[in-house]
């Protein structure tokens, strides 16, 4: 076959593909950021107008930033920040490992599959976060139980995610694999699990963000340190911008695990939409 | 363990059929009959079509022969040794090139050789050397979204060629392909046959692709699929590809086929 014509074939979707990498991030960037001025614009424009129902209710930015500026300037936020992420990484890291030995098990089988079905929906179903009392019994004041309610916020959309993506793979591509006496582990490792990672990492990107909910609630619930500890303390205090300032640390810290997923699953997708 | 460097002149890679059928349960018709009593003797080295109407069992009839599945009744033994199970002396290239996405096209080549446990690093040369045979040199580090259909079959290709078996297996290899592309992969697969000497058992629908390529046609017929028919395309063994189709006898045979399925009650364009 023609040299050239192979070529064209090849060349005009990494062309396509470089045009949107390049202009189309950029653009996405600045479209990402006009929201978040206007909503900026409009709680300072709140602040001008001194409406009396609000004045105890929300906070001028200024109030805000200096709060985040003491805060970070004292050094009295980080404590609360390493102590949060620690309930966190914990928490989401027993949900990961729960949600992938679980839900491979539970993905290999069609019929394990229909039979744990309806109990997953049922304990999703559950608020999970009214459990929060009764872990703080069964784990204490410390961190124990917050990495108990982080784990078991994140494990469920997790869960669905590995046993979802088990289910993404191509009949054909185990034929292939069975052509060439693969082992069942191999036939795993090599097809089934590489087509499980977009949903695997849909389900982080949603765990990720329960498993912050819930380590924040299990603070709330009772706690000594923590950013979702620091919210509850000075709510006691009526301290508007001091409870402002560690909820913008949590939406920063949402946002990080958010687009870190993202990234992370991008990385090892760049093969998905063939 | 063998070496990449093995004589790539096959020998052996007969095929004895004897009263095969397969039957399965289907939800809707119940019991179907997909094959009734096939018998048949594949040379060694022979280019072997199967050719019928779609649903006549031809690709249950050579899934049996990859041992892909099992047959209800009948043994199908290659070279003596009865066929149960996917065996390495065979390779299978299937309807879609099923190419792995995440994989380069030269890793997607060096699979079978990951699975089997083998060498790769030493397997690389003669990976290379197949794809750049087929014009795809270049592409080794390519991913197959970035390929055509055309040149993502002859990288499944490869992957078959890759440790040289006996025997290959395709199930309507160019089926997707666009009729110029297709008759461009048929050349190039004449060539391969020709040039190593494999048994090739080849299932299609198009007549004249059968004729191109085949030394014998097997015409099947549907419901239940069994063979009524063995053609033999009579070429001179020497025949290059485009003597073969530049020739009367290519026309006659084509005709024969043609008659053949009008017989069946099958209608032909």
Known sequence: MNRERLREQVQAPTSLEGAKGGAGRHSTLVLGAIPFIVAFGIWDALGWLDLQSLRYVIPTPESVLAALYDDFASGVIWRHVVVTLEELALGLLIAIAAALALGVVIGRSDRLERSFYPIIVFFQAVPKVALAPLWLIAFGFGIGSKVALAAMVGFFPLLVGVIVGMAAMRREEVELMRSLKATPWQIFVKVQLPRAIPSIFGGLEVGALFALIGAVVGEFVGAQAGLGYLIQFRSTRLDLPGIFSPLAVLALIGLVLDLGAKAVGRRLMTWEGE | ?269
């Open chain 2, 1 to 269: 363990m063998r070496a990449p460097e093995r004589a790539t002149r096959s020998v052996g890679g007969t095929i004895h059929v004897t009263g095969v059928s397969k039957r399965y349960r289907d939800r809707q018709a119940g019991e179907v009959l997909a094959l009734k009593d096939v018998d048949l003797s594949i040379h060694g080295g022979e280019f072997l079509a199967l050719l019928g109407p779609s649903g006549c069992g031809k690709t249950t009839l050579l899934r049996i022969l990859a041992g892909l599945e099992p047959a209800s009744t009948g043994r199908v033994a290659i070279d003596d040794t009865v066929v149960e199970e996917p065996s390495e002396r065979v390779a299978f290239v299937f309807q879609s090139p099923v190419l792995l996405p995440w994989r380069t096209i030269l890793s997607n080549v060096l699979l079978p050789v990951e699975v089997r446990g083998w060498p790769v690093e030493e397997w690389r040369g003669r990976a290379r050397g197949l794809l750049e045979t087929t014009g795809l040199g270049e592409f080794v580090d390519h991913y197959p979204r970035q390929l055509s259909g055309g040149m993502r079959q002859r990288a499944a290709i490869c992957r078959a060629l890759l440790t040289d078996p006996q025997i290959l297996f395709m199930d309507e290899p160019f089926g997707a392909l666009d009729a110029m592309t297709r008759e461009a992969m048929n050349e190039e697969l004449f060539r391969i046959w020709r040039g190593t000497g494999k048994t090739v058992v080849f299932v299609t629908h198009d007549m004249a692709e059968a004729v191109r390529l085949a030394s014998r046609i097997v015409v099947m017929s549907s419901r239940p699929g069994r063979i009524v028919r063995v053609v033999d395309t009579g070429f001179a063994p020497d025949a290059t590809y485009a003597e073969r189709i530049d020739n009367v006898q290519f026309l006659n045979k084509l005709q024969e086929l043609r008659s053949a399925f009008t017989g069946l009650g099958v209608r032909t364009p």
